[in-house]
């Protein structure tokens, strides 16, 4: 293990904090291999023996940030495809049906193409387009096994599987009894190198399906998205990670595929896998199963930096739904020095009954049934926001809970939190940490995602030291830097019923 | 997961899954496969050709049970691998039993019993104790029991412990928390329309069990006040006793020391009584079709429900291997038609349902666009008739067996789990090796099993099918699949509900007297007519978060509509001005205009002054209903419900004087109820009317404001400039 030296200081940290702890983490720490693939592939491997299981959990670097202009939701599209089989998998004849699928995307180019018609749209050629489509799409369904790469997995004892995309990244996760380990290894490495597009357009329906559950059919999801779209300008979460409708309309098949070539390629995923797995023997059969995708260079990073907000903004909402207040603060990155300052902040305004908020304005004023600040909105990969948000009681308004915030705000920019309220704070964040070493999978989780956002999964345990290294002075300066009315977006959600009582 | 560093660089916020939100589950059939490319010679040609060694024999560790000689059993379950220590304790006894006019007692039972904190020490102060230490400690209320937990690191076991034990034995129930956890549950009762998943599921609920069922009744603000904290006193001292508790406690310690230390903190606690649970009545609602109109969705939510079975049915094992074929994961029916073939749905799924002492809820739904509502519905009906025609197969029977019993291991692979389950079974009377034989159950359903099962439990006609949506979008086509009943789900706001619908009641001789007596002593009917306007200034004392507030208000009244207020402020002085053409405040030279609703408040105000109200008596736009005695303080007051265009006011007058004691309404804010009352005294003669001088203002039985009135003068000068806006 090559990099055990640079953990002692952490060791003896923790050793001081929490002294039953020190000895435990040590042999955790020997538990974890990491492996660095030809290909670029980075495998993070931890021995848990505790049942002869294993999760794992794959993360892509690319999420709905990505999403090509005018493709918003194809991500999360492709995070949807990744259940829909393989060359292998999910066909009963695959050279045909790749021929059958080409057919497809030819038919659905025409038939865009005459509905884009700005000038000359000719109704009769849309149809007979479409029909065409329609036809190709039935053909090539002919071939297509519903459903078989989930069924695969449930029938072999995969449990908890799922999927999901962020604006940040798309991960992929379930846990399965140990005997089928070389089996996962064929499965997962063969949907990340041979992805088919089939059934594609159908798919594309239930992710409006979905677009209408999550959005569109709920107030609260409305609301959300016009507050992030006033909040952030120029940079990618100004847009909705389930896409904007008229793009769920618009991308094809052939899309999806290049967004797949472009960014699911093993310089820009990380694998850790959690469970009774004796490195010796598992991490050949990673090698041999994922080792065979082909390496390609991490795409490129770049992405529009958020404009400096040089004036506050204000959402009004009228909803039928009762009130609800959010307000957010740009700061920067994940990766910037004051990242720990913000954990502390968002601890101390808002964990637990003893939290600022909780007992100012659910204690104390009795204005809110909820209220917390939390950072990282709606992601925190780019430069994100510090939210704010607090749920009225009956009789009580947004502006009220605006206010008592803003006062628990001010106290937090003039004067210093007591000692004992610090010692809290970083007591909490270590025991927050040993608490999420519980399971293979939240362990597989947390690995995976430390790996991948910091090149190193240690940072998991090094947090904790950039937590304790936070003073009172951190937090005035920071909390005075960021929490300005020049740098906030203001959503009120006000009760469109207001004048009746309850919805109907 | 539980790391938040982690959650955050996940962004939470926005995570959004591809598989539904599946409620069992579930298997179809891959089939024959095309030879696969092979890319290099290791690799097998086909994930068929991949070894799958056999599962090593492996046996979970088991929890040690003892009984204490007061009857609390105790499960003991070591787990070294973290410096952590949890424990739960159930006791029997839970809101099945609460009383009906009390639904949302063991809620706030449940919060307040740890908020409420101990005899020796509060429920904030506690806060602090387990915070600075990372620690928890819980409390919950089930159906059937309640609980408390705890939670900390190995070294501070000892401290936390003996917390638990004493807010287990000693718990307080102050009266300010049981105020918070009221005002927590009016919030979500005034939220609970908000969103259709919402809506949907608690009335699909309610069509399958019966709307006034224990299991599935809802609080009402009515409920939720009659709670009183002598009832959760005595809750606590009817329920909380050793023989009816069951604890449970994994982690890092040695069980021969726990033992002790548990029969040291338990061991003298003597015996109650036995708690039974009470008898529960299911009345599931006709066959048909119930709708809820949601206008602001483009998307429906269908359910379609009957009544379960209880998972102590012989055919248990049965159903579980049908829900697996019919409705639950990526295999299943319902996902791969309604789904994957047909793309009506994001989320769908199904099942027969079961419950460990109840039946539980057969149910079926599904997601799907405004557009698609009725091929939805008539999908998920053609997938119960294709169970008749084409029957489950040995493919599918295959599938699903498969599907459970190879993930079955992940029903015991961590030591929390086996404990949890052993307790839960013993909790409900299941044998100890329910789980053991779970497997052997299980492989033994054949074909035949599921075809009956889903003939015997799921019946397409006493289905009742529940749709929340934008009807406008299908009711009509709706309406041709059947007969329709419309629900309504306002939610019910205390005093207005049964008598606001008698609203339009005719005034009845009683009241017409008693208001007669009122003019009189107000001063007699021509002084009354005499009054256009009045002017008071007055003292008036507010009570606010921050303590009480006191300001100086000068109020000048134009009957019948026109009111000036200058208030003096802490930060000067503000005038308010409402006439039924303007309505602003003003301060330091600036002015803003009134919201509607606060304008149409003032002039409702204005019109339900009792001087005005006086001067009304005989108009048709009002009604004065007789309604009874009431005490107000020690006097028996008579009770008049005065309607004025439709909006009651409730005046308690004194039979002899006639004098008005006090004004009562029920008031809705901007999204709950609260009842105000105003007592009034000190009656003083201006120009030959009674004007009351001191005012007290209670809201929802606590006090509000109160006011002193030092002057009135009636038929002030009045300049009529006043009432114009400042340009």
């Known amino acids: 293990m090559r990099r055990l030296r640079a953990y002692l200081p952490l060791l003896l940290l923790l050793c001081l904090g929490l002294q039953a702890f020190g000895q435990d983490l040590a042999s955790f720490e020997k538990r974890v291999t990491v492996k660095k693939l030809a290909n670029g592939l980075t495998i993070v491997l931890c021995r848990r023996t505790e049942s002869p299981t294993f999760s794992f959990f794959t993360i892509v670097d690319a999420g709905s940030a990505q999403d090509p202009k005018g493709e918003t939701g194809i991500a999360h599209m492709m995070e949807h495809m990744a259940f829909k089989g393989t060359y292998d998998i999910g066909t009963t004849n695959y050279p045909a049906e790749k021929i059958a699928l080409a057919k497809v995307e030819t038919a659905y180019a025409t038939y865009r193409n005459e509905r884009l018609k700005v000038i000359g749209r000719d109704e009769a050629k849309v149809a007979a387009a479409k029909k065409a489509w329609e036809e190709a799409r039935t053909a090539a369904d002919k071939y297509a096994v519903k459903n078989a790469y989930g069924k695969i997995v449930e029938e072999e004892g995969g449990v908890g599987m799922n999927a999901s995309t962020s604006y940040d990244s798309t991960q992929y996760f379930y846990s399965m009894p140990i005997n089928r380990f070389q089996l996962w290894a064929y499965l997962e490495s063969d949907r990340m190198m041979h992805p088919v597009m089939r059934e594609f357009y159908k798919e594309r329906d239930v992710v409006t399906e979905e677009r209408r559950m999550r959005v569109d059919s709920s107030p609260m999801g409305r609301a959300l998205e016009q507050f992030t779209s006033v909040a952030f300008d120029s940079n990618p979460y100004h847009r909705p990670t389930v896409g904007y409708p008229g793009d769920l309309r618009y991308f094809s098949a052939t899309q999806a595929l290049q967004f797949f070539d472009k960014y699911y390629v093993p310089s820009n995923m990380v694998i850790a896998v959690v469970g009774d797995l004796d490195p010796a023997t598992a991490l050949p059969i990673m090698e041999k199963y994922f080792g065979r995708i082909p390496g390609k260079p991490k795409p490129d990073e770049y992405s529009t930096p958020e404009l400096p907000q040089n004036s506050e903004r204000e959402v009004l909402l009228k909803e039928p739904m009762q009130p609800i207040y959010i307000e957010g603060y740009h700061r920067p990155d994940y990766l910037d020095p004051d990242d720990a300052v913000y954990t502390v902040i968002a601890d101390l305004m808002s964990d637990g009954r003893t939290s600022r908020l909780y007992r100012s304005l659910v204690e104390k004023k009795k204005i809110a049934a909820y209220a917390a600040g939390f950072s990282g909105f709606p992601g925190s990969k780019y430069a994100n926001m510090f939210a704010f948000y607090g749920v009225p009681l009956p009789g009580h308004t947004d502006q009220e809970i605006a206010d008592a915030i803003h006062e628990e705000i001010d106290k937090v920019k003039t004067q210093d939190v007591s000692d004992a309220e610090l010692k809290m704070i970083k007591t909490r964040e270590r025991a927050s940490l040993i608490r999420s070493l519980d399971s293979n999978a939240g362990l597989a989780q947390n690995l995976a995602v430390m790996e991948l956002r910091y090149g190193n999964w240690q940072e998991l345990f090094n947090q904790l030291n950039a937590i304790d290294k936070v003073t009172k002075a951190d937090i005035r300066r920071v909390a005075n830097k960021v929490f300005v009315s020049t740098n906030r977006t203001v959503g009120y959600i006000e009760n469109s019923n207001a004048a009746t009582k309850g919805a109907k | ?75 003991l379950m070591e787990d070294h691998e973290l410096p952590l220590v949890s424990g739960v304790a159930y006791i029997r006894g839970g809101a099945t039993a609460e009383p009906a006019n009390k639904v949302g007692m063991m809620s706030i039972y449940s919060q307040v019993w740890r908020t409420g904190g101990t005899k020796d020490m509060t429920g904030d102060q506690m806060d602090e104790f387990l915070e600075a230490r990372a620690a928890k ?352 789900i306002t939610i019910p706001v205390p005093g207005e509900g049964a008598k606001a619908e008698a609203a339009p009641k005719a005034s009845n001789p009683e009241g017409k007297a008693l208001m007669a007596k009122f003019v009189q002593f107000l001063g007699g009917e021509a002084n009354v007519q005499a009054v256009k306007a009045m002017h008071e200034v007055s003292k008036q004392t507010v009570e606010t978060p921050q303590g009480q507030m006191t300001v100086n208000v000068d109020e000048t009244i134009v009957l019948p509509d026109k009111m000036m207020a200058k208030i003096g402020t802490p930060m000067g002085e503000m005038t308010r001005v409402v006439t039924p053409d303007v309505a602003y405040m003003a301060m330091g030279g600036q002015s803003r205009d009134l919201p509607a609703s606060m304008k149409e408040q003032a002039l409702e105000q204005i019109a339900r002054h009792y001087v005005s109200i006086a001067q009304h008596v005989n108009d048709s736009s009002l ?98 400039k006043v009432f114009t806006k400042p340009q």
């Open chain 2, 1 to 75: 997961m539980k790391n938040r560093r982690t959650a955050v660089l996940l962004s939470l916020a926005l995570l959004i899954g591809s598989a539904p939100m599946m409620w069992s589950q579930a298997a179809k059939k891959p089939e024959a496969k095309a030879p696969a490319r092979v890319t290099t010679g290791a690799i097998p040609s086909s994930w068929q050709k991949v070894p799958i060694p056999p599962l090593p024999a492996w046996k979970p560790e088991q929890p040690t049970r003892f009984v204490l000689k007061n009857g609390m059993v105790i499960y």
């Open chain 2, 137 to 488: 400690i819980e409390t919950d209320a089930g159906n059937e029991s309640t609980s408390i937990g705890f939670d900390c690191l190995k070294g501070d076991f000892n401290d936390v412990f003996k917390m638990f034990v004493d807010l287990m034995q000693n718990p307080d129930f102050r009266q300010d928390k049981i105020d918070l956890a009221k005002s927590y549950m009016n919030t979500a009762i005034s939220r609970r329309n908000d969103s259709s998943g919402q809506i949907v599921s608690r009335e699909a609920g309610f069509l399958a069990y019966g709307k006034n069922n224990p299991y599935v009744r809802e609080m009402e603000y009515s409920t939720v006040a009659a709670v009183t904290r002598q009832d959760l006193v005595n809750w606590h001292k009817d329920h909380v006793f050793p023989n009816d508790i069951m604890l449970g406690i994994s982690g890092d310690f040695d069980t021969k020391q726990m033992e002790a230390k548990l029969e040291e903190a338990f061991g003298g606690w003597a015996k109650g009584p036995e708690i039974t649970q009470p008898e529960v009545e299911f009345h599931p609602a006709k066959p048909g079709i119930y709708v809820v109109n949601k206008a602001d969705v483009n998307q429906s939510e269908i359910r379609m429900v009957e009544l379960g079975i209880k998972r102590s049915n012989p055919d248990w094992f049965a159903v579980q291997v049908f829900n697996e074929v019919f409705g639950g994961g990526f295999s299943s029916r319902l996902f791969n038609d309604l789904r994957t073939k047909q793309g009506l749905a994001y989320s769908v799924g199904g099942g027969i349902g079961s419950s460990m002492d109840h039946p539980g809820i057969t149910q079926l739904g599904i997601g799907t666009k405004s557009e698609s509502t009725i091929p939805a519905i008539k999908g998920l009906w053609a997938e119960i008739g294709d169970l008749k025609t084409n029957p489950p197969t040995e493919a599918e029977l295959k599938r699903a067996k498969d599907t459970i019993l190879n993930g079955f291991i992940f029903n015991y692979n961590t030591p929390d789990k086996v404990l949890r389950e052993k307790m839960t079974l013993e909790r409900y009377g299941y044998p100890a090796d329910f789980l053991e034989k779970f497997q052997s159950h299980v492989e033994k359903v054949t074909t035949a099993d599921l075809e009956r099962v889903a003939l015997k439990y799921l019946h397409k006609d006493q289905l009742a099918v529940l749709v929340v949506g934008k009807a406008a979008d299908w009711e009509k086509q709706l309406a041709e699949l059947g007969p329709v009943t419309n629900l309504d």
């Open chain 2, 623 to 720: 009604e004065f209903v007789a309604n009874g005695t009431a005490k107000v303080g020690d006097k028996d007051a008579a009770v008049v419900d005065v309607y004025l265009n439709g909006k009651k006011v409730t005046w308690y007058l004194d039979p002899t004087t006639g004098a008005l004691l006090r004004e009562q309404q029920n008031v809705v804010g901007q999204t709950g109820p609260a009842e105000v009352t105003t007592d009034l005294s000190d009656w003083k003669t201006v120009n030959g009317v009674n004007f009351a001088m001191k005012g007290v203002t209670m809201q929802n039985g606590k006090q509000a404001a109160s006011t002193e009135t030092q002057t009135v003068e009636v038929n002030p000068q009045v300049d009529p």
